[in-house]
């Protein structure tokens, strides 16, 4: 029911994300598939680092495309300095996305944490559900820009790990926010909105 009760943090949301990773499918057609493997890895190396982008394939990056994001990641080129709208401190097992919703001024963070107690078999995914064991993540930061010309009008934290939103605390300075997210297991979302 979690995802219905929220329908409007789902249905036709949208990429917020300030950066891009380019995939490098141009290489793949040249027939250099050794280029996936580093896409691959500094894709690893962005989501540990808490790094929000979307993906686009190379030959698709024009430059009217790549202009409205402020970070272009390619493969094989150096790393572009990373923006600092959205800083996030949290462990490597925690996964973060960003997305906006269709008809609302706000930002919605995903945050999925995949820490779990491994299963004994070291290749072994388990036996099902009744086996997965998550590790809850408690202590995560946040400090984000606010957009330009508004102000944090409520910060909710949601996950169908429990009975209701909570309210988050923001402490506004220098055109930003920051906030720290309880403790939770595997999913929650922090909708920011603006005023």
């Known amino acids: 029911n979690f995802i219905r009760q929220h329908d409007a943090i789902y249905r036709y949301n949208q990429s917020a994300a300030k950066s891009v990773l380019l995939y490098p499918r141009t290489a793949v057609h040249a027939g250099n598939v050794a280029a996936v493997k580093e896409f691959l890895k500094l894709g690893d190396s962005m989501l540990d680092r808490h790094i929000l982008?979307?993906?686009?394939?190379?030959?698709?990056?024009t430059p009217e495309v790549t202009a409205k994001y402020?970070?272009?990641?390619?493969v094989g080129k150096p790393e572009p300095p990373t923006t600092d709208h959205f800083i996030i401190t949290a462990p490597k097992t925690?996964?973060?996305s960003l997305s906006r919703p269709a008809k609302e001024d706000a930002y919605h963070l995903h945050f999925v944490n995949y820490n779990r107690t491994e299963p004994t078999n070291p290749k072994s995914a388990g036996g099902g559900i009744h086996d997965e064991k998550p590790i809850a993540v408690k202590g995560i930061?946040?400090?984000?820009?606010?957009?330009?010309?508004?102000?944090v009008g409520r910060i909710r934290f949601l996950s169908p790990e429990l009975d209701?939103?909570?309210a988050l605390t923001g402490r506004p300075t220098g055109?930003?926010?920051?906030?720290t997210l309880p403790e939770f297991l595997v999913y929650a979302v922090v909708e920011l909105k603006w005023k």
């Open 53 to 61: 982008f979307d993906v686009l394939p190379d030959d698709l990056a």
């Open 70 to 74: 402020e970070a272009v990641y390619r």
């Open 94 to 96: 925690v996964r973060v």
């Open 141 to 151: 930061h946040c400090n984000v820009a606010l957009p330009k010309g508004k102000a």
């Open 164 to 166: 209701k939103e909570l």
């Open 175 to 179: 055109g930003r926010v920051r906030f």
